[in-house]
């Protein structure tokens, strides 16, 4: 039972235009969502989070919308950077943050100069 | 700042056969969790220690088990091996049982033959 799913396994996208990664949930007691990067060879990097009080959050190129309703979260980076290339890992949590993380499979991004 | 560090890097064992794989938190962390991601799949999660106890477990069966000592590092211990475990397994390290300030090491790829 996947309770966080991230539908493509793969984006490419061209350097300089935005990437949208998606990720849908389907237990509505998750109210607390965070994005990590990964490189091969390296652990997850902690990227960005969002509170289910809020419907966004930004930092920097990087932007988190959250549609509650929908059960829905999506990443936008922009400008898109060949060092944005990596798998990228959606991951909810519940009582604001304190539970374990729960995983997506990943979407793993390309980003082609 | 080591960061996080988990050893050894790669390993290859035989079915049935007992595998610990190594974890030192991050300076100042005092929290340990650990993760097993499948080929193609997102981490799991597996257990939390904290104050040298297993706080929380995750859906693993009891072949998995795991220890923290007092300055705070950790070992994961599966028994019995089987095909099927092998994966990467990920350390992440937090401050007094958090899940979302987790930083993670780079993993440890364990293939079962």
């Known amino acids: 039972d996947q309770q966080v799913k991230q539908n493509s396994p793969s984006l490419s996208v061209q350097e300089g235009r935005i990437s949208i990664l998606n990720c849908d949930y389907t237990?509505?007691?998750?109210?607390?969502f965070l994005w990590y990067k990964k490189y091969p060879a390296e652990g997850p990097t902690f990227l960005i989070s969002?509170?289910?009080?809020?419907d966004k959050n930004e930092d920097g190129r990087f932007t988190v919308f959250l549609n509650k309703s929908a059960k829905h979260l999506s990443l936008h980076i922009v400008p898109s950077q060949p060092g944005d290339s990596a798998v990228y890992f959606c991951?909810?949590?519940?009582?604001?943050?304190?539970?374990?993380?729960?995983f997506g499979k990943g979407t793993r991004l390309s980003v082609i100069a | 700042d080591a960061g996080v560090t988990q050893s050894p890097t790669h390993l290859i064992k035989t079915r049935g056969q007992q595998v610990t794989l190594r974890c030192s938190p991050k300076?100042?962390?005092?929290?340990v969790s650990w993760y097993q991601q499948a080929l193609g799949q997102g981490p799991q999660f597996i257990f939390q220690?904290?104050?040298?106890?297993?706080?929380q477990r995750g859906n693993f069966p009891d072949r998995f088990s795991g220890h923290q000592f007092p300055n705070y590092s950790s070992e994961l211990n599966v028994n019995a091996l089987l095909l099927g475990d092998s994966a990467l397994y990920l350390c992440?390290?937090?401050?007094?049982?958090?899940?979302?300030?987790?930083?993670f090491g780079q993993g440890t790829r364990l293939t079962v033959v």
């Open positions: 992440a390290s937090s401050l007094e049982a958090q899940w979302t300030e987790a930083f």
């Open positions: 237990n509505s007691m998750f109210d607390y």
């Open positions: 969002i509170s289910s009080i809020k």
């Open positions: 991951a909810a949590s519940r009582n604001s943050g304190n539970t374990p993380l729960v």
């Open positions: 300076s100042g962390h005092d929290t």
């Open positions: 220690y904290y104050e040298e106890e297993e706080r």
